[in-house]
């Protein structure tokens, strides 16, 4: 089992920036693939990052690349999503994941456990 819990979530104005956290529990922790995903009110959950355990292969959803940085801490069982440049289109539910492989996928339901969320509101 693993717990997952984000922080860092908030209201900013377009143009600024925001560091979200995800504290993970469980000591397999550093053996999964950690995602990152977003849901807007009426919209679907979609995709922002992912990082494979050991960090070497990171990929981004195409809105996001060039803007948003992920990176993960195996030993404080920690993974951030760095959002720079945000836009009000950014606004969003954002809510980390940890699926059950080593290496990333794209679709939700491949992800095993998820977090509750942190709110984001990028104001123009």
């Known amino acids: 089992q693993v717990q997952l819990v984000e922080s860092g979530g908030g209201l900013v104005q377009a143009g600024g920036s925001l560091r979200l956290s995800c504290a993970a529990s469980?000591?397999?922790?550093?053996?999964?693939?950690m995602g990152w995903f977003r849901q807007a009110p009426g919209k679907e959950r979609e995709f922002v990052a992912a990082?494979?355990?050991?960090?070497?292969?990171?990929r981004y959803g195409d809105s996001v690349k060039g803007r948003f940085t992920v990176s993960r801490d195996n030993a404080k069982n920690m993974v951030y999503l760095q959002m720079n440049r945000l836009k009000p289109e950014d606004t969003a539910d954002y809510y980390c994941a940890c699926r059950s492989k080593g290496y990333i996928d794209y679709d939700l339901n491949s992800y095993d456990y998820w977090g509750q969320g942190t709110q984001v509101t990028v104001s123009s």
């Open positions: 990082i494979s355990w050991s960090g070497v292969t990171i």
């Open positions: 469980g000591r397999t922790f550093g053996n999964y693939a």
